[in-house]
């Protein structure tokens, strides 16, 4: 759960705010009670801003790892076991 400080308050400690976000800590500053902004340290910065792998690529990354046949599975299986009815009628 990360600290939460009202702005004038964060503003009086400033420097303490920051050496608990370098340690990691996420601080969340208040306006008037509602929460307006968080401090993260910078490795948390980069880490959310860094460049994340799409699905479809994680997938292959996976398979090549985890054949579909070490697990008992054969390539396909999932267009063999899926439901093609048209499903039921919704009123609108």
Do not use: C, W
């Not at 050496?19 to 880490?47: C, F, H, N, P, W």
């Not at 790892?65 to 609108?92: M, Q």
Request: glycine residues 6%; hydrophobic residues 40%.
């Amino acid at each position: 759960m990360a600290q939460s400080y009202a702005i004038a308050e964060a503003r009086a400690n400033l420097p303490t705010l920051i050496d608990e976000v370098e340690a990691g800590a996420a601080v969340e500053l208040t306006r008037r009670g509602k929460v307006i902004a968080v401090m993260i340290s910078i490795e948390e910065y980069q880490r959310l801003r860094s460049k994340r792998v799409g699905f479809q690529d994680a997938y292959q990354q996976f398979l090549k790892k985890h054949p579909l046949t070490e697990v008992g599975l054969e390539p396909g299986f999932a267009a063999k076991v899926r439901d093609r009815s048209p499903g039921r009628k919704v009123p609108l």
